[in-house]
């Protein structure tokens, strides 16, 4: 449980960051895809081949990296890859060029696309720290050299499958386990889940998968000491989830609905949710996921870090900001043998002994991009076939 910190200051203005400047000279986008080591089945699509929009944006001798996680369809919100391309090539790089590396306000001039924003401005964040030869823990203040996390399980064929993989994923180390769930795929899975690993720290993940009507499945799931249930209503509602968190004794986590600090305040004052699950990509970067975060310190709420299926790149940067002090439960950013191999940085392994992974420490998101197995991913983008886009993801 957090202590109440709301009368806390917020977090970013205690920040003291003196800036080295530089003139932004060319930025390039690299549109990649790379087979997953395992197909994620969630209750609305499965991945198994991503897309992602790597950005390099150059400015005084060095180069800043972000990632764009925005897929091949509409499918987990409504920015594609080829939205993604669009915005930034059209609108936010010709706006950038030429200006310095501390400007944020461009990207505030354009309406939504969260995903391609974030890439930008994790890309800003790594040229700053390069350029001052600080981390982005050290920039955005976090405290921690390592940070707790825990796996993601998909939906699969049977139960019994699912069990064989929790012990797979338990014996590697991992403490906390996510399974996803849907209508006619919860209660048993989850009691037998609860009953077979009762030392697990185990919650579920609906995606929106289910309405009011469906509250006795849900008081069901609330009797099996879950640590949270993550966004069982509408992908984009606060009010239905703030009628149905007092009807549970199970902490609800909102995901989805989260894409500003303004609906984390919201949510929190609805009494909507007792969990905030923060991605970077999804509130636009790390400005925002900054501010999010700086939300749930004041307000004792607890927090943790999710994950969009990231290259090293996207991966980095939720590490640095798991590492903030407000992020109270283990995160969702598993060693890259869960997501690529190879991925196109380095590797992050899990620390077995404590469930966590190290922080990078280098300058700006601290990992390097091989550029050859770069070049091999965006062979593999331009040797796909765009349409229809629906064979790629459902
Ligand atoms: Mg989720």
Known sequence: MCVNRRNALPYAQILKVKPIVAVIEKILLHPIAMQLVETLQTSGWNESFRPAVIVEIHAGGQVGRGESVAGWTPGYCYETIGTTMHVLSDFIIPALLGKDSEQTAITLRYRGHPLAKAAIDVALWDLRGKLAGKSLASLLDSTRKRVEVGVSIGIHDTIDETLQIIDKRVKEGYRRVKLKIKPGWDVDLLREARRQFPNV??????????????????????????????????????????????????PIC???????????????????????????????????????????????VDL???????????????????????????????????????????????NAEDSTITVPTGPGLGVSVHPERLEAAHRAFEETPKTPFLGLAS
């Not at 949710?273 to 004041?298: E, M, P, T, W, Y």
């Open 201 to 250: 720290r185990l919650m579920a993940d609906a995606n929106s998968a289910y309405t009011m009507e469906q509250l006795p499945i849900l008081k069901q799931m609330d009797t099996l000491g879950l640590l949270m249930i993550e966004q069982p209503l509408g992908y984009e509602d606060i009010y239905q989830h703030s009628k149905l968190q007092p009807q549970l004794e199970t």
């Open 254 to 300: 909102l995901d989805e609905s989260i894409h500003t600090p303004d609906d984390a305040r919201l949510a929190i004052q609805l009494g909507a949710c007792r969990i905030i699950n923060l991605k970077v990509s999804r509130v636009g970067g790390l400005s925002n996921a900054q501010k999010v975060h700086d939300v749930c310190f004041n307000a004792g």
């Open 304 to 350: 943790w870090i999710g994950g969009m299926l990231e290259t090293g790149i996207g991966r980095a940067a939720n590490l640095h900001v798991a590492a903030l002090p407000g992020v109270t439960l283990p995160s969702d950013i598993s060693a890259t043998n869960r997501y690529y191999d190879p991925d196109i940085t380095e590797a992050f392994t899990l």
